[in-house]
């Protein structure tokens, strides 16, 4: 059975440990402000040693479907309040949400 929760999150570039299926994990987001750009996630493991970087922010799909190889255990969703927006500077962790669903 899957389960579901979300990751609290501010609207500022952060770094913070969150454990997911048993393992500490290092989030890192970024905010990259270019005419593209917004926020992107960095995952490291507990001693900083990157596993992927640089995953953007989009709402409607798992982000960490083509790291499946990675065998992670995890999945990773953005949503916003107002359908499939991408996350704002400001809005990240108000009404942009991540999504983290273990099986």
Not at 19 to 34: A, E, I, K, P
Not at 72 to 95: H, K, M, R
Request: proline share 6%; net charge negative.
């Amino acid at each position: 059975m899957a389960s579901t929760f979300e990751i609290p999150l501010t609207p500022a570039p952060q770094t913070f440990l969150v454990s997911l299926v048993g393992t500490q994990y290092t989030f890192t987001l970024q905010w990259r402000d270019t005419t593209n750009g917004g926020w992107v996630l960095d995952i490291a493991d507990a001693s900083g040693k990157a596993i992927v970087s640089g995953i953007p922010l989009v709402t409607g799909v798992n982000l960490l479907a083509q790291y499946a190889y990675l065998g992670l255990n995890f999945e990773l969703w953005v949503q916003t309040d107002a359908a499939d927006a991408p996350p704002t500077y400001t809005n990240l962790g108000i009404t942009s949400h991540l999504y983290a669903v273990t099986n």
